[in-house]
């Protein structure tokens, strides 16, 4: 893969090596020697069956701090801030990254209100907020989402599973970030919010060069953001290119081909 200056390119992993720590104690790795890059403005689209590692690569990109998770060999730099040892630089790093784990509509904290869970990526690094301005910010998510306005003041267990997962997305882009990093991003996302959803990254993309790295196998997905991939199996790099039919695949990656063309 090309080597991009670094001031256009917003990830970069060079042989980037993670692992879980086992049931049995022991560590297992779960990605192994990966090595890509994102540019700014552009989207990643990591494919593969499931126990590729895709779920824990986007987790240690987006610096969070899952228990069992560590980088083990290589490393990789989520807008030049190094994942391996951050430092104090995990702060900023959580700052410019917007992060959607799997799940995450299914896990929001339970005793938040909509509007508080928005904006707790705000809140928790400053609590003199200007309100006004915060609810502002979150009505125009709410908005942007077409989540109802008077969704704000409910609670997680009022909502629909789309609604909830819209929440979540609402929440990782609340900073406005230079990155967005999303599991399964349109789960539980009917046609017409998952428009709604897609339009909210492009646009961002077009207008900040926000860069994005999406976990799906989704071909529509990645058609509709014009995205490259990555297809990984067992932790492996398989297959590299842009979009679903103009792949480079490894002679080990054909039982994968077809998951990719289905």
């Known amino acids: 893969m090309a080597r991009r200056d670094d001031a256009e390119t917003a990830i970069r992993a060079s042989d980037l090596s993670i692992a879980r720590a086992g049931r049995t104690g022991g560590p297992e790795r779960v990605i192994d020697g990966v090595s890509f890059e994102v540019a700014r403005a552009r989207t990643l689209a990591v494919m593969g069956p499931t126990g590729a590692g895709k779920s824990s690569l986007a987790a240690v ?41 799997q799940r995450a509509g299914a896990a929001l904290p339970a005793r938040m209100t909509v509007s508080e869970i928005i904006g707790s990526p705000i809140t928790n690094r400053d609590r003199r907020v200007n309100q006004r301005a915060l609810a502002v910010r979150v009505a125009t998510l709410l908005d942007e989402l077409m989540l109802p306005l008077g969704s704000a003041p409910k609670y997680p267990y009022e909502l629909s599973a789309g609604m909830r997962q819209r929440v979540a997305f609402a929440r990782a882009l609340v900073l406005q970030p230079r990155v967005f990093v999303a599991d399964d991003a349109f789960a539980n996302m009917d046609v017409e919010v998952r428009k709604a959803a897609r339009d909210a990254i492009t646009r961002r993309r077009r207008d900040h060069g926000m860069a994005t790295l999406l976990i799906t196998n989704e071909r529509e997905v990645v058609r509709e953001l014009d995205a490259d991939v990555l297809v990984l199996r067992g932790g492996h790099p398989v297959a590299y290119g842009h979009g679903t039919d103009d792949l480079l695949w490894t002679p080990s990656g054909e039982a994968d081909r077809r998951m990719v063309a289905s």
């Open 61 to 101: 990109l987006a610096g969070s701090d899952e228990p069992g998770l560590a980088v083990v060999g290589g490393d990789a730099w989520v807008e030049g801030i190094a994942v391996r040892r951050p430092g104090r630089a995990h702060r900023m790093l959580t700052y410019l990254t917007g992060y959607l784990p």
